[in-house]
Every structure is written in structure tokens, then in C-alpha cells.
């Protein structure tokens, strides 16, 4: 029988918009200040892990151990030099074809909700023009536990209603696909299919995808 999800969570980074370069560019600058390297293989650990996540991925790289009050103020320096990135965003840097999809679910009476790590997520909605699609806008301001822990999805999935085994997620990195996978969802990656071992299945991007080519492919 054909599987019609009843609603479709998205991931913010690196599903809708590609704020990876931006994050790159603040987690170096701090790196470089704090004398640990930081590369672009660095940066793609950093997906769907959370802004302390992240700043501890670059103490532990570095050998650095350093006191509460110290790490909020790096985090708190890395996100103003982050906001000043993603200050001038608008909609063109909306990854092509994602809202023609997500107009074409919601055309189709398919709830759509938001489940992102980011604490910036609903500035980066609003400055791209896309708040007001989203049924549910579940960020990491909203959570407790970080992907891989499902709550994000279960949060949102429970926000609009639905059951997590009617509900689909879309997921750019390996701890967000665990984290759907944790929590009973259907799951189809984004960007590569190398990395994205665990998703039923990976799209390179919404060019070309189609409620009907999803139907199909989870059918
Ligand atoms: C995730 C990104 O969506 O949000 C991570 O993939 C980022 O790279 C995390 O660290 C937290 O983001 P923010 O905007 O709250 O610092
Ligand atoms: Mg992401």
C-alpha cells in the first residue's frame, strides 16, 4: 500500500538553507584564537551538533579544558560574528526547489514543521521569507537533548499531532538521521548518500523531488 506521510519535518541547516559556510567561518575564527586548526572535515562533524557541542569538539581537538563562564563567552563570541554573516540572508539563499516542495505538501493537506538544533533558526526562517509555512518551528532553543536524542522530532512530530511513524524527516547530517531513526521516523537524507548510510534513502536536493517521487520511494 502507498505510504502518504500525514506531515514532513524539516531540518534547517543544510536541508533549506546552506548556513555550514557561515558556521564554518565563525567556529575557525574562534579556533584560530584559541590556537586549535579547524578544517572543513572539522566543520562537517559539526553538523546537527549543537553550539556547546561544537565549541567542545574544538576545546577536545585542542587539548583545552576551560571553566563554564569561559565557554559561554567563546559560544557567545562565535554566534555575534555568526549573526553578522547571517544578518544579510534573504531568499535566494533558499536551497532550489525546497519551498516549491514543502507549497506543493502543504497543497496536498501535508502538515510541515521545523526540528533544528540551531537557536537561530526562526531569524533565519523570517529572513528568508519562510516562517509563516511551518506548523510547528521546533529549534534549539526548545530542546534539552541534542541529536542524535530524538526529542527535536518527537517534539515536533507531537506539536502538529502526528504520529512519528507518519511522519517524515529530512536530515542533512549523520547525528540528525540518527535522531529520526531513534525516534520511529521515516527518514530520507540530503546531500550524501555516502555519510548518509542509515536514511531509507538520499536525495541530493528538491530540484526535480515531487510528493509523487516520495510516495513512490517510501512505498
Ligand atoms: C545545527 C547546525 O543546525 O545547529 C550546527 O548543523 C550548529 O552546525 C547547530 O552548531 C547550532 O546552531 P546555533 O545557530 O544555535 O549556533
Ligand atoms: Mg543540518
Known sequence: MAFLPQACLFDLDGVIVDTAKYHFIGWQRLAEELGV??????????????????????LAKGGLELDNDTKVRLMDRKNAWYLELVGSMNPDE?????????????????????????????LILELCGIADRFG???????????????EVFLKGAEALGVKPEHCVVFEDAVSGVQAARNGGFRIIGVGDAASLTEAEFVIPGFEDFTLKTMVERLS
Open 94 to 122: 533558499l536551497f532550489p526547489g525546497v519551498v516549491e516542495f514543502m507549497d506543493e505538501l502543504i497543497g496536498a493537506g501535508i502538515q510541515v514543521g521545523l526540528g533544528s538544533s540551531s537557536r537561530n533558526a526562526p
Open 37 to 58: 586548526p579547524f578544517t572543513h572535515e572539522d566543520n562537517e562533524q559539526l553538523k546537527g551538533v549543537s553550539r556547546v557541542g561544537s565549541l567542545e569538539y574544538i
Open 136 to 150: 510547528t518551528i521546533v529549534d534549539g532553543n526548545s530542546i534539552t537533548f541534542s541529536k542524535p536524542d530524538p
